[in-house]
């Protein structure tokens, strides 16, 4: 399950910049990190086990050490088991098992064991859990090689996906891991399979806009993940964060952006191919580059002295015979394969460069590509809000509200006059109470009272001016606010008869006031059909 090889000490370092990025790598161990590991031996759980712990404690305890030993015993076929340990019941999962936080699902995710890591998850660990240096599991995961060479890290990813946010206490994020591990050139191809498996997630369940803002998380150096990897010198794992537009000129605390690290990178780059074009005349230890020399037809590499050989093949003659100087000895033993050799590895460093250089050609096809859809998409969404807008500003949407201001006019009118008419009846119902209660005129009333009945009637027809006035103002404003009572519940109750409608033909709701005349045609002619059988 896990591969641990031990480290051999006793080759020659590799040079520099001269590690391919399909190189294969080793797994290393996740046990590196702890120097003892005496405390992973089988008297370990004696040694832990105190006498002051709970029993569930003690099972925890137990659990984890066996737990521990599966993982260390992965790679041995004597003592390995089949199936991880069961966590005992009501056992805390999310409790650390190490002496640096880590937990189960830590481990679990570094040793790239997805069947354990679901189970955990099943069973309730939380996959957003830190250690003491603020690490998730999908942290873990990536600083070991487990999971590429397993080839699992999509599934991991998929599980772990929504922690890909969380930041530990030094500020990095699951890239910033990444982007660290590019250190090792043994590992570029591993950071590029983890950046990639994990960016494609990240577009499943965010927007372009969220990745850009995790992609541009600083660390608290200021560092950015691509500043990193291009610190580093991993152009795979630059291209493809520059392909989710991760930016390139945000400055680290000592004003270094990832753009002036790239340029540098750039400029290394092409003055070593300079080196190797400039000067056929190299060692054979500088040019370690895969590829092979131009094939003829025959498959058969082209050798210049083919022609010299094949001479002295088919007349018999040898070497000695036909030059006898020491210097032309020399010059056909020595001189001419020395320069057909560096001709066959200048030739090859060619080919290895062209072929890198197909390679960024196709990188930056697809992120072209990439951004097209992108444009595409949103040319065809401005589109559709377009014709929306003129949908709803013009044509049968500007009749339709003309239409309704008329009608809602009309409406106030009927309804004024209809107010008018209850108002006259009422008060001449008033009026007929009114003089049915007063008393009789009497005829021998003197003028002086006259006078002063008189004055009393102008009195009254002045109050009965201003109470019609006023009733009259109270009338329109009755109508006034008749005419705009239940807007809001109406519009919501025609949304809704719409949403019924549509609902009952299958149509679009925006067709539904098109079609309401045939509508109420077809219900009138129903109803006459309902009233007829009846």
């Not at 090889?5 to 006793?10: E, N, S």
């Not at 996740?30 to 008297?43: E, K, R, T």
């Not at 189960?104 to 003491?132: N, T």
């Not at 009927?414 to 009789?440: K, M, Y």
Request: proline share 4%.
């Amino acid at each position: 399950m896990y591969h641990h090889q031990h480290q051999t000490h006793d080759l020659d370092p590799p040079m520099p910049d001269d590690t391919p990025d399909n190189e294969t790598v080793a797994s290393e161990s996740q046990f590196d990190d702890y120097p003892d590991m005496s405390h992973f031996s089988g008297s370990r759980k004696r040694r832990r086990v105190e006498n002051h712990m709970t029993q569930a404690e003690r099972e925890h305890r137990l659990w984890a050490d066996e737990l521990l030993d599966y993982f260390v015993l992965a790679d041995d076929p004597l003592d390995s088991r089949d199936t991880a340990p069961v966590p005992p019941p009501n056992a805390d999962l999310n409790k650390a098992i190490d002496d640096r936080g880590y937990n189960a699902l830590h481990w679990a995710a570094a040793m790239g064991d997805i069947e354990v890591v679901k189970d955990l998850i099943r069973r309730g660990a939380r996959i957003d859990a830190q250690s003491h240096n603020g690490e998730t599991p999908l942290m873990r995961s990536v600083i070991f090689t487990n999971s590429f060479d397993k080839r699992n890290m999509e599934k991991l990813a998929a599980l772990l996906i929504r922690t890909v946010n969380m930041q530990e206490w030094f500020g990095s994020t699951v890239f910033h891991h990444i982007a660290g591990i590019t250190q090792s050139k043994k590992k570029y191809e591993c950071a590029r399979y983890y950046m990639d498996c994990i960016l494609n997630k990240m577009s499943e369940v965010l927007s372009p806009d969220q990745i850009e803002r995790i992609l541009n998380e600083q660390d608290n150096n200021g560092d950015t993940a691509i500043t990193i990897a291009a610190r580093n010198g991993a152009r795979k794992c630059v291209r493809s964060l520059i392909g989710r537009n991760a930016a390139v000129d945000i400055p680290n605390a000592v004003g270094e952006t990832a753009d002036q690290l790239i340029v540098q990178l750039n400029h290394r780059r092409q003055e070593r191919h300079r080196q190797l074009s400039s000067s056929p005349f190299q060692t054979s230890d500088t040019i370690q580059v895969g590829g092979g020399a131009v094939q003829p037809p025959s498959g058969i590499p082209f050798d210049p002295l083919g022609s010299r050989t094949a001479l002295m093949a088919s007349s018999g003659a040898e070497a000695a015979d036909l030059y006898k100087s020491e210097a032309a000895l020399a010059l056909t033993s020595g001189l001419i394969p020395d320069m057909l050799s560096k001709t066959t590895e200048l030739a090859k460093a060619l080919d290895a460069e062209l072929a890198e250089k197909d390679a960024e050609l196709a990188e930056a096809e697809r992120v072209v590509a990439i951004r097209r859809a992108e444009i595409e998409a949103i040319q065809k969404q401005k589109e559709e809000l377009r014709v929306k807008e003129l949908e709803q500003t013009s044509g049968f949407g500007a009749d339709a509200d003309a239409q309704l201001i008329r009608d809602l006019e009309e409406l106030e009118r009927e309804c004024h006059d209809l107010t008018e008419d209850d108002q006259a009846f009422a008060i001449s119902q008033l009026i007929q109470t009114e003089e049915s209660q007063l008393p009789a005129s009497d005829p021998s009333l003197n003028p002086a009272n006259k006078e002063e009945a008189l004055a009393l009637k102008l009195n009254l027809s002045k109050q009965l001016l201003e109470v019609q006035k006023e009733r009259r103002d109270l009338v329109q404003a009755i109508v006034q606010a008749l005419s705009k009572a239940n807007g809001d519940e109406g519009a919501e109750r025609r949304q809704q008869y719409k949403r019924l409608i549509t609902g009952a033909l299958n149509v679009r709701e925006e067709d539904v006031e098109g079609m309401l005349p045939e509508i109420v045609a077809e219900l009138e002619e129903w109803r006459g059909l309902e009233a007829s059988g009846a």
